[in-house]
């Protein structure tokens, strides 16, 4: 177990519907990551929060967006649901010191399961 | 892209065999790392090395990072069944993402 929490686990929805997952980050850390994993590829990087505000952002449209609270838990909030959509959404948890150079191991949770139907 | 690559796509082994799975990236790196994934669920770190480490060992694993050609591999000695997952290695530049490659599925048979 990593600490790492997700929710829901599941979750099913119809063309140009509206989502929101949710992550809770393991205990001390700074960083949330949110991937993308489509059926038999690897994860691919969406963005990444940084004490709550935006350190980075993958090749994904501006209908994906996101927030991070001040006790470090996360969303990702997906618009106008596309059938591409359908995938394994992760977030991972780190603690970083950018000013120091240190990005560190990032924790997994178990994932959200999105089917747009 | 900076999308790193796994080699080989899928490896079948017997118990007790070595499995080796080899990574290659395309930009500079501060750390590269492996994972397992067991059927689709999250992702587990196995083992993390750094730009200026050429090798670390985590109990069957052994992992090594050649940054002149941009490559790394993952050993796992005397497989179980329960090795049986999808391994991928992720490369960082200073963390402000990690870049997948598509994943070695490992299939190790009893």
């Known amino acids: 177990e990593t600490g790492v929490t997700q929710s829901p686990t599941h979750l099913i929805k119809t063309r140009g519907q509206q989502v929101t997952l949710r992550c809770s980050s393991q205990?001390?850390?700074?960083?949330v990551s949110w991937y993308q994993q489509a059926l038999g590829q690897g994860p691919q990087f969406i963005f990444q929060y940084y004490r709550e505000e935006e350190n980075g952002r993958g090749n994904f449209p501006p209908r994906f967006s996101g927030l991070q609270f001040p006790n470090y838990s996360s969303e990702l909030n997906v618009n106008a649901l596309e059938l591409d959509d359908s995938a394994l959404y992760l977030c991972?948890?780190?603690?970083?010191?950018?000013?120091?150079?240190?990005?560190?191991?990032?924790?997994f949770g178990p994932g959200t399961r999105l089917l747009v139907l | 892209s900076q999308q790193g690559e796994e080699d080989p796509q899928a490896l079948s082994i017997q118990e007790g065999e070595n499995a080796t799975m080899n990574c290659s990236y395309k930009?500079?790196?501060?750390?590269l790392q492996w994972y397992r994934q067991n059927s689709g669920r999250g992702l587990v770190h196995l083992i993390l090395i750094r730009s200026n480490e050429r090798e670390k060992h985590s109990g069957r694993l052994r992992v090594t990072l050649d940054t002149s050609k941009k490559s790394s591999s993952l050993l796992i000695t005397a497989s179980r069944a329960a090795d049986t997952a999808s391994y991928f290695c992720?490369?960082?530049?200073?963390?402000?993402?990690?870049?997948f490659g598509p994943g070695t599925r490992l299939s190790v048979l009893p």
């Open positions: 930009t500079s790196i501060n750390n």
């Open positions: 205990s001390g850390h700074n960083t």
């Open positions: 992720a490369s960082s530049n200073y963390g402000q993402n990690f870049v």
């Open positions: 991972a948890s780190s603690s970083a010191a950018p000013d120091r150079g240190l990005w560190e191991t990032q924790y």
